[in-house]
Antibody, heavy 115, light 107 residues
């Protein structure tokens, strides 16, 4: 059974950093690209970033480019999202998803950016 | 960026109805279109991929179609478990973009 379990969320002040993790199991992690998708409270889904199966290629939405870094450790079957210079508009539930377009999703982790 | 215009935003319907949700792409996306279902407090679930292909475990009352730049999700014989928000997603080019969502609710 495919499982994706996010962690690392919480309350953080504007301008600070946070690193999310996504532990994957039930499939061969190193064979799949992975993505982060977020959802602000009561809002729709927003694609954030994608990483290729081997980590050699990454893609970001413009609003997070230069502030967020997606990475992976295939030996640990874990996906990461380093979030720097956080803004209030980054407040959202962050989902880890298998594949560039999400055939399986984690349960999500809440990130609140507020002073 | 490619804009996905999804309609309607809200869709009241009765059990047993046939309903259709549509997304229009602002540029050519081929068949790089997916549909997701999201229930309150839950993660999204993939329903349709490649515009017309049913994802694993999805009931056959769901179907996807394409007409030019218009993509549709149809649910035949609506059941109570289908009440949710549905989103389309284009993945033809970055940044990937979702439609704004359609809330399917009981009339």
């Amino acid at each position: 059974e495919v499982q994706l379990v996010e962690s690392g969320g919480g309350l953080v002040q504007p301008g600070r950093s946070l690193k999310l993790s996504c532990a994957a199991s039930g499939f061969t992690f190193s064979n799949y690209g992975m993505a982060w998708v977020r959802q602000a409270p009561t809002k729709g889904l927003e694609w954030v970033a994608t990483i290729s199966y081997d980590g050699s290629s990454t893609y970001y939405r413009d609003s997070v480019k230069g502030r967020f870094t997606i990475s992976r450790d295939n030996a640990k079957s874990t996906l990461y999202l380093q979030m720097d210079s956080l803004r209030s508009e980054d407040t959202a539930t962050y989902y880890c998803a298998r594949g560039a377009t999400g055939d399986y999703w984690g349960q999500g982790v809440m990130v609140t950016v507020s002073s | 960026d490619i804009q996905m215009t999804q309609s309607p935003s809200s869709l009241p319907a009765s059990l047993g109805d046939r309903v259709t949700i549509t997304c229009r792409a602002s540029q050519d996306i081929g068949n790089y279109l997916r549909w997701f279902q999201q229930k309150p407090g839950k993660s999204p679930r993939l329903m349709i991929y490649g515009a017309t292909n049913l994802a694993n475990g999805v009931p056959s009352r769901f179907s996807g179609s394409r007409s030019g730049s218009d993509y549709s999700l149809t649910i035949n014989s609506l059941e109570s478990e289908d009440m949710a928000i549905y989103y389309c997603l284009q993945h033809n080019e970055y940044p990937y973009t979702f439609g704004a969502g359609t809330k399917l609710e009981l009339k």
